[in-house]
């Protein structure tokens, strides 16, 4: 039988796929791969947050359907947290949703706010599921270029923004905006946000923010949230996730947050789709939130020092490597040896001939072509292996 399927047939052929075959077969081969293509955390969860789950899984009932919006244990902490961190007052009941991963609620909510022949602009190079949740809603892509020749220069974005919003028709519903970045791990400041509402307030555009990497930073200063600027709410919602700041990858808990429209349309698309996570899951996550944040600072002290060895170390290997300030990745540009062949071809010699495993930009969009995106999820012996490897390919 022969028929094709509408979104499935949207999608391009997936990058991701052929690396992760490639690596497969290597390993099968008995190949000892130094993985930093998937931003996959190997650091253990916190005790107390695993001391939590064990504790409410042997409570009678806790095998039951949860709640799809989240527990009101977990929103409240949710709202805490803002308060907290940000001076962002929420309410936990309209304004705040439990997700699956931010990248469940991004998907969804493309679901619920998108139409065919609609308008997203998404950043490019860009963390997949921002531009590839709309193309499976049946939304259509303005690509908004973020960076010149690896710069990321703020104001040249922000003119490209405006000029992408009046020249697009119809008008977009909504812009995605990242920071820190995945993959490129830049950052911005307030001021960043601000004009990043007001353009949006006058076209009347909804603003889709992915914060999660808010507490991996290693500047002073921590990442901002688009919701600290004036009438912010009135039209963005914001994601976060709990992945990367308590190495909850695989308990998939994530957070929308902000405009009431855009959190009750999600929210409604999620009644239909899901019964929540887990509950024990849910209360162990709102323990993260709620008790001490001195496990977040191990965290982020053990990502800043992998980042340090991976910049030190592959730059004695003939590799330059910019300091990302955030975020667990690295944004590498392409050696000179292999700027002509492309990230991808680039990223399978590594495979095949250093056992080291990147993510070429390319797979991040048109304008990744020329970069590798290094996740820091090797521990620092096997970032220096890796080093030494890579050396004999005397770039």
Not at 101 to 126: H, R, T, V, Y
Request: hydrophobic share 40%; glycine share 6%; with cysteine.
């Amino acid at each position: 039988m022969s028929k094709n399927f509408y979104r499935a047939d949207r999608l391009p052929p997936y990058i991701f796929g052929e690396i992760n075959k490639l690596k497969a077969k290597l390993r099968k081969d008995g190949k000892d791969i130094i993985d930093f293509g998937m931003g996959n955390p190997d650091m253990p969860t916190p005790k107390h947050i695993r001391d939590k789950l064990k504790e409410v899984t042997d409570k009678p009932g806790v095998g039951r359907y949860s709640m799809s919006k989240g527990i009101p244990g977990l929103r409240k902490a949710q709202a805490k947290y803002y308060e907290k961190r940000f001076d962002v007052k929420l309410d936990y009941e309209n304004e705040v949703v439990v997700t699956l991963g931010s990248k469940e609620g991004l998907a969804n909510l493309a679901q619920a706010i998108s139409s065919p022949g609609d308008i997203i602009i998404s950043p490019n190079p860009s963390y997949p599921i921002h531009p590839y949740g709309f193309i499976i809603a049946g939304a259509s892509l303005r690509h908004l270029q973020t960076m010149t020749n690896g710069i990321f220069d703020p104001d040249i974005y922000l003119e490209r923004l405006d000029r992408a919003i009046r020249h697009s028709s119809p008008s977009p519903v909504a812009l995605i905006v990242s920071f820190p970045s995945n993959p490129t791990a830049q950052v911005v400041d307030l001021n960043f946000y601000k004009e990043i509402i007001k353009i949006a307030l006058k076209y009347n555009v909804y603003v889709l923010s992915d914060l999660a990497y808010a507490e991996i930073y290693f500047d002073k200063s921590p990442p901002p949230s688009i919701l600290q600027v004036n009438k912010a709410k009135q039209i963005a919602v914001e994601f976060t996730s709990m992945s990367k700041t308590y190495a909850m990858a695989g308990w998939r808990i994530g957070f929308a947050v902000g405009n009431k429209k855009l959190i009750e349309a999600l929210t409604k698309i999620k009644s239909y789709l899901d019964y929540g996570a887990f509950t024990p899951v849910q209360v162990a996550a709102a323990t993260a939130l709620n008790g001490s944040q001195s496990c977040v600072s191990e965290i982020r002290s053990t990502y800043q020092s992998r980042r340090d060895v991976l910049v030190d170390s592959m730059s004695r290997s003939g590799w330059d490597i910019p300091s990302p300030k955030a975020s667990m990745f690295a944004w590498a540009p392409v050696p000179k040896k292999y700027q002509k062949k492309g990230s991808l071809k680039f990223a399978k010699d590594l495979m095949t001939k250093a056992n080291v495993a990147v993510s070429p930009g390319i797979a991040f969009g048109e304008y990744g072509e020329g970069f590798v995106r290094i996740g820091l999820v090797e521990n620092e012996q096997r970032i220096r292996q890796a080093a030494k490897n890579i050396r004999n390919l005397k770039l």
